[in-house]
């Protein structure tokens, strides 16, 4: 595991970034997956934009704080991220069927703000093959420890790998 501390500064980029696309996700009437969560909607956009720039400055990676985007991936096109509040209605990394991105890592984020902790990773494939349904329907969730979940030391090495000139290195 590892724990990154925002700044100030990084805090209040996240969450203008945040406030952007729940605003979006409101003015296109784009569905709430996560209707039974106790976490307002806009307090979800924020903390996952935190989580997001948490794990581009861990990684080294480009974060673009987009807005009104599904399609991409959350952090230097190379890693998604799942953001979980530490005290809310559950910790473990969910997945969902829409929009799976089967080749591309999900790292679970537990979130206290300042503070995130980065739990571990799962490809999306496998996140969707071993997980668990529960009341959320097309979402599965993988339990918040390792195994199943793979260290963020392994994660670094894809990292690296996907960030080699030569395409055949990865």
Known sequence: MVVVTL????????AIAGVRRQVSALANSREDYCHNDSVDPFERHIMGAMAELAVARTFNL???DETGRID???VGGVIEVRARKIGGRGLDL??????NKPNKP???VHCDVPRFFLIGWIFGREGWAIGK?????GV????AKIPPLHTVDELRIIVERAARPFPGDF
């Open 62 to 64: 480009f974060w673009a």
């Open 140 to 143: 599965r969730w993988v339990p």
């Open 72 to 74: 991409g991936s959350d």
């Open 133 to 137: 349904d529960n009341n959320l329907p």
């Open 106 to 108: 999900y790292l679970l």
């Open 94 to 99: 969910g997945i969902r069927e829409r929009g």
């Open 7 to 14: 700044k100030p500064n990084e805090l209040l980029t996240a």
